[in-house]
């Protein structure tokens, strides 16, 4: 029986990860770096989306593969609005989504896109899988003072959730019995928590620990003064907050281990963000341990931060107590994406039927008929 071969896409801001996975095992794998000047006056995301597949159909030309070859693309969900984790089957309504509604601007979303674009001919499944926003939130979760303003769940789901499903198996444990907080620590932070098999509430880098190069929690207080100083438009307060905050905004770099190399020459300064950082991190844990009422099967360190050993120390130094800490470095996203497809193949998880609306339209006709989409 031949191995099921399994196409991943991941277009990030600058970048287009692509692999192609037999079974669970990774054949071949390449980053397609994106000129920054080429896309520089690109005001919509859709605007890249040639140039990304010609990228993409160029690697495959030159590596002899042949997509008619493919048994399913998975593809990184885009900035659709919030749906169930899992699988979707690529459609028409989440591509004119993306295209004429999207939830926000990102490369993400060209991911499914192209996706489609090489699966059509030859009849290929496409899906994503743990899109960014997957909501599988209690509804209490997303409350807030203001009635006008509620909680849109969004986190890093992919990694998170394929760690999480590692180490329930180190525990001999299924996942869906078990209860995980799950900290991303890269140059964005998310903080999440994993009760029976549902992220059922996080803590995202606006409502959490400063970051590489994210802000945080600010008081709204001081937010609200930020944001009528004059200083900003709304473009540059969201770059100030999320690109420019944090590490970045501290010390110019969002680099940990620069950081960690002011800190060994003795900058004190240094010594007080850094340490900052990780007491905010491991305040943010505890903050979702009351969600599971204390019972935590484990607490996951992982992202790219995780590589630190002093970073990670001084997190579990805080946290240990709420159960074992397990760290995984780095991010397994390309992995978690290709065992996504291989369970829709293998029918241990169906590719449901994308059936969301936009916010702002009651009916598909009402959205068609808005922008004068055939369908």
Known sequence: MKGKKIFVINNGSTSCRIALFEDGELKVKEELFIDSDLI??????????????????????????NPSAFDIIVARGGTI??????????NDLMLNTLLYAPMAQHASSLSCMIGYELGKPFNIPVIIYDAPGSDEFDPKAKITGLPEVSIVPVSHVLNSRKVARDVSELLNIEYEECNFIVAHLGGGISINVHMHGRIVDSVYDDMGPMSPQRAGRIPTRFMTKLCYSGKYTEQEMKRHLSGEGGLTAWFGTQDLRKIEALIDNGDEKAKLVYEAMTYQIAKGIGELAPVVKGRVDAVILTGGCAWSERF???????????????????????????????????????AKEYDILPPGYDSLQSFYSKFNIEG
């Open 40 to 65: 520089r006056d690109m005001k919509l995301i859709v605007d890249q989306l040639a140039m990304r597949t010609g990228m993409v159909k160029d690697f495959l030309l030159k590596e002899n593969i």
């Open 312 to 350: 990670t120390s001084q997190i579990v130094d805080r946290v240990s107590y709420l159960g074992p800490v397990r760290i995984i470095p780095g991010e397994r996203e390309m992995e978690a994406l290709a065992l996504g497809g291989l369970r829709v193949l293998e029918d241990l998880e169906p």
């Open 81 to 90: 609005p919030p749906c169930k984790a899992g699988a979707y089957a690529v």
